[in-house]
């Protein structure tokens, strides 16, 4: 474990919650009415609460098949030892792209947001520049220990959640009934749109690479690690509804269609409520919140990546060892983004078909092979063989949607 563990008072609830809400929570929301608009609320809402119990459950199946070995071990000893070479290959190769893929892509994020920052002070930063010197401060903090990591993640996390709602939250006041819930076009169906939302919702629900790094802060203390899970992910799912009620409240559901032809980012949805909002005040409100998004999101991710590469090559946790991590960690990413600072555009397409092997196939096989090998005595996900069924289920049901969406089979509200 890492040099925290030497301290004699346990590290707090409060750290681990905002490790995993602030993974979860990114700039990435902000598509989430834009994708569910052909859905609409009521369907909407109930994905995302369906979604939201799939992805705590994997989470926890990862716990629960953890908790047999070592504090420090991550997915490639639990699934070499569980599921054989084959599946530790796949489960590798698909944690390694999406979490490197992540990493890529926040790193050209933040370089863009900071190149608009610092415009907005008259200062000329190249977003290159700005993302790479983002990267070196993530890594560093990184490098430090997971300790550092829940503790900036809190700050910034925070900050987060008031400018989310400095933002946003006049919104509440606004919403309109017969908007929300469509009133307007009473003959329509909502069901066609449901399934293309799913993918979407799974991959807003991201954080199962911090399961394994947060028993290595807390310990085999599964009681702390569940709650962390729970709370976490229920903070994301409050802030996503609280989004898709203010949005959906305020913008009719024809209007989307237009909002979804511009590109459906964040500057278009601001525009479509510039009658309600202060659009002067939340021009710098936006930048600080996409500043935090961003942040929150790759600390946490990069947290994930890190405990998997030191499981993954055995690297102690010294300083050294730590450093040979952050390495392999952040130098692939760092000189991507270099090079090809927009090339992730491509691949971040297929991050999500590879995000549903490692976040809910594999957790769910996980949990069946623990429960054969050691009886999961520490701790068991509740359900039974049902659960692990439903669970598997869902990861194969996204993977199918997944590729239906991206040959154009399922419908588009459009």
């Not at 890492?2 to 301290?7: E, R």
């Not at 030191?310 to 730590?322: C, H």
């Not at 270099?338 to 809910?360: E, K």
Request: hydrophobic share 55%.
């Amino acid at each position: 474990m890492s040099t925290l563990t030497t301290t004699q008072t346990s590290p707090s609830l409060f750290g681990g919650v905002v490790i995993i809400g602030g993974t979860i929570i990114g700039a990435g929301m902000f598509s989430l009415p834009v994708v569910m608009s052909g859905a609409w609320f009521f369907w909407s809402l109930l994905t995302l609460v369906f979604t939201w119990f799939c992805m705590l459950h994997s989470g926890l199946m990862i716990l629960e098949a953890n908790l047999n070995y070592r504090s420090g071990a991550s997915f490639d000893t639990i699934t070499k030892d569980l599921l054989g070479k084959g599946w530790n290959l796949v489960n590798g190769i698909s944690i390694a792209f999406v979490l490197y893929i992540l990493t890529y892509a926040y790193i050209s994020a933040s370089g863009s947001i900071l190149h608009h920052t610092f415009a907005e002070m008259s200062l000329n930063v190249p977003p290159r520049l700005a993302g790479f010197a983002f990267a070196l401060l993530v890594a560093f903090i990184v490098w430090l220990s997971t300790h550092a990591v829940s503790r900036m993640t809190a700050i910034v996390l925070g900050a987060k959640v008031i400018t989310f709602f400095l933002t946003f939250g006049s919104l509440l006041g606004h919403v309109e009934p017969a908007t929300l819930f469509n009133v307007a076009q009473s003959d329509v169906s909502y069901t066609p749109y449901l399934l293309m939302t799913l993918p979407f919702c799974l991959a807003s629900f991201g954080y199962h690479g911090n399961v394994p790094s947060l028993m290595k802060y807390y310990g085999k203390d599964p009681r702390t690690i569940i709650r962390c899970l729970v709370y976490g992910t229920l903070l994301a799912l409050g802030l996503y509804v609280i989004w898709l009620l203010v949005t959906m409240g305020n913008i009719s559901r024809p209007a989307f269609i237009e909002i979804a032809a511009k590109g459906g980012n964040i500057d278009v949805l601001v525009q479509a409520l510039s009658g309600v909002l202060n659009s002067r005040s939340l021009d710098l409100l936006l930048v600080v919140f996409s500043n935090f998004a961003v942040a929150s999101s790759f600390l946490g991710v990069t947290l994930g990546l890190f405990d998997y590469l030191a499981d993954l090559f055995k690297f102690d946790d010294s300083p050294l060892g730590r450093f040979k991590t952050a390495l392999l960690t952040f130098l692939p990413p760092i000189v991507g983004g270099l090079l090809w600072p927009n090339g992730f555009l491509y691949a971040i397409g297929y991050a999500g078909l590879a995000a549903t092997v490692w976040a809910a196939i594999v957790p769910a096989l996980l949990a069946n092979a623990s429960r054969k090998r050691f009886g999961s005595p520490t701790f068991r996900v509740w359900g039974g063989k049902p659960m692990i069924v439903l669970i598997l289920l869902f990861g194969i049901g996204n993977a199918v949607v997944h590729l239906l969406s991206s040959f154009n089979l399922l419908p588009v509200y459009q």
